[in-house]
């Protein structure tokens, strides 16, 4: 389960209780069986007060069925054995080194546990107590586990030696507070704490009924004490419900406010432009591209406000389809702007518009955050005086000074590179200056009023999005949004070949690179580069660039490229590329995003097991764009668990299947780095198990919408203070107190 806190330690609507702080909030240096010093343990899990101590539940469960009888144990496996200790004592050995040893039995056969340098457990584990244990089994001296965990479940006697039904949650722990502590904790103070919970559950008992949901109550139990699997996943979905339903409620009371608050432009197509355009383009458009863009103008032509996101795998040809709605705004008379998340990218877009929109009557400007003072004068001026009619630009398009003459589309590319809030800023440019934004104290487009349009209209926003992640979490995670999906390809597009390789093979991959140039291609070497501030790994990259130029490739022109450069030299870097004066680009993530050099044909990733899968699959999307074969190798010397993960990368080219595994693998915090990113973290919520709860959870939060749109309600007091506390700051952002 990702990480992320379920409720803030500090809840406003609860009973106050003695000294006027609600017994859920008292501190969890009062609770049974803590003191201070297992108070500073707890609060470094985040266990700070009792509610927090409710809300730590386990991180998994063990039973019967994840247990392997010993006797079927086998050495290279990672096993969970249960059984009793038979005999047990302390080794000392030669280096000084004292193991604790214990030699468990069950009715299959026996095996050695071996804890080093845990002596002190001697006093801790008896003779008949059974223990479990988890951790990979090696041969030594037969068949001996290295335990990563373990835990008492009791003695023999006391448990007349049947496990049989019995869950065990682990917990998430910490050092110096054990399973068996965090356990006794839990024990002596889940009984008093339970029915605390009861007056705070925000659900109404009619919803959970209506989909066979626990109350909260019963949920928080189940989760910790389940008595059996199905009963823990049971509580972890009415959480998860939970975890939905205030989320959908969030999205459905935007949209409603959209519908009503904000009637939109409603443009008017004359074609003058657009039927240029097509006409001139080099390709015939995808079936998909087609259709997205129809539905973006079906959206501009109508008289509401189009909030969509169009969402599509790397490649599939989103720029274009922004161009022809961009086209729709300048034929009404109207700017359009288009965010990129880097500077790089935003040239290159303003390159490649530019040269589409050759012969056309549109002029483009970008602006960027390192323009010559006297070019971004000359654009500010452009912009304000309506004589720009595209925009193209990075976040600078939303910070203090920017006005435009009069902002009809406003679209965000690579959404999932910005914040929430940039995308709101962009897109909530109110006409009068006032923007919901700016009351949250957010960077926002202003727009010049000297001369007001009659509709007075906000801008129609538009978001693109390469990360394909499955319709149901888009729904989810944009749940205000309308959303497009292309789901083609252009068709010359040929699968990049991709390989798994370690680092024992890199002469042999350089040997490829060379094969490749020699041919008249071009190739990536990419350095992962976490942070922009990762000081470490940009001398990875930056010293690779050196050996590299002076030594594997000494022959070959080679740039470095990382987002730390100058502009300038960044600038002419990625030109020198673009050109073909370069053969090879060492780089960082910086080129993840969008670069668009169809004579790259090969990418080598190293350290490749760093990168998310989604990422990956993003970066190789920067080869494969031209005719010739294409190839990406990812080299690592991570375990077999890495390569079995980047093999996936080797055996599909679909972004949506590689967004899955990767979900699958690493959860829902780490791929869409949900708090970065100002996406709720969920912690219960399982796209891939839960598609069911998100529908009804969102049937349910737009039915009380349409009955209670603002939730003034008295019986719903609880439920509004609920979203409050979960979404403070998001519906700050919209304007609701
Ligand atoms: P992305 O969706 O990743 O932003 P781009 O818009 O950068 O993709 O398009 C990728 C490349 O595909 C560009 O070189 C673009 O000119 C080209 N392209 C877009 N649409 C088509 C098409 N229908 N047929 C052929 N090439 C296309
Ligand atoms: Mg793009």
Known sequence: MPNGSHRPSSASDVRPGRGGIAPLDQAAQFLKGVGPKRAEQLARLDVRTARDLLFHVPRRYEDASTVTRIGKVEIGQDATVIGEVVTKGVLPTRSGLRIFQAVLRDGSGQIEASWPGQPFLDRTIRKGDLLLVTGPVRFFHGRQIAPREYIVLGSVED???STAGKV??????TEGLSQKVLRSILDQNLDRLLPLLQPEDPLPQALAQRHGLPTLMQAVQQLHRPASLREAEQGRRRLAYEELYFLQLLHARAQRRERTRRSGITFVRNDRLIATLYRKLPFELTAAQTRAISEIFGDMTAPYRMNRL???DVGSGKTIVALFAMLLAAENGMQSALMAPTEILAEQHARTISALLEGIDVACVLLTGRLAARERRDALQQIRSG???IVIGTHALIQEGVRFHRLGLAIVDEQHRFGVRQRQALGSAGVNGASE???????TLEIEDTQPPSDGAPPDTLVMSATPIPRSLALTLYGDLELTVIDELPPNRKPVRTAVRQGSARSR???????????????????????ESDKVELKAATAEHERLATEEFSDLRVGLLHGQLAGDAKDATMRAFAAGELDILVATTVIEVGIDVPNASVMIVEHAERFGLSQLHQLRGRVGRGAADSFCILISDGGPEAVERLQILARTDDGFEVARADLQL????D????RQHGLPAFRFFDPERDEDLLLAAREDARALVERDPELEREEHARQRAALKQRFGEREALFGVG
Request: no cysteine.
């Open 159 to 161: 448990e007349g030696g």
């Open 168 to 173: 065990l949650p682990i917990y998430a722990t």
């Open 310 to 312: 169009l969402q599509g």
């Open 387 to 389: 004589a720009a009619h």
């Open 437 to 443: 934004a700016d009351a949250a104290g957010e960077p």
């Open 509 to 531: 991959v350089y040997e490829f690179v060379r094969e490749q140039v020699a041919e008249g291609r071009q190739a990536y070497i990419v350095y992962p580069l976490v942070e």
């Open 666 to 669: 690493r959860g829902m915090g």
């Open 671 to 674: 791929v869409f780095g949900a």
